[in-house]
């Protein structure tokens, strides 16, 4: 079930082009944190920075390497391709732990790896 969830946000918040602010909420808690390389992120402030994201890219593609699920825990191996309107393009290579409550994401930890860096944006 918590796989579900997380491999559906995958699809509807991250490789939509503009995706339903209502849909995104859906997904995170109102008291989500995201850990990403060391740097906390509250909820508002992820949303803040998919925004600026979104803007800035042409397109995102996801390929999940692998999802599994453990209780309320779904850890995720993915690689984040990053289409930019310049041209340029960024692979990233992510290892995610996601915490469910309530068929919510509440936290994300996550240790990224920029495989392929052609863009500034990421530097």
């Known amino acids: 079930m918590n796989k579900a969830i997380v491999q559906q946000m995958f699809q509807d918040v991250w490789k939509s082009a503009n995706p339903d602010p209502k849909n995104i909420l859906k997904y995170f808690s109102s008291n989500f944190i995201q850990e990403i390389d060391s740097k906390s992120y509250t909820r508002t402030e992820f949303l803040h920075n998919l925004g600026v994201l979104k803007k800035t890219t042409l397109a ?8 599994q699920e453990i209780g309320h ?47 500034s944006y990421l530097h």
């Open 73 to 119: 825990t779904v850890f995720s191996n993915h690689i984040i391709r990053l289409s930019f309107h310049d041209g340029t393009t960024n692979l990233i290579h992510v290892i995610a732990s996601f915490q469910l409550e309530n068929h919510q994401i509440t936290s994300s930890d996550e240790l990224t790896f920029v495989e392929q860096p052609t863009s």
């Open 60 to 67: 995102i593609d996801i390929a999940i390497k692998s999802l």
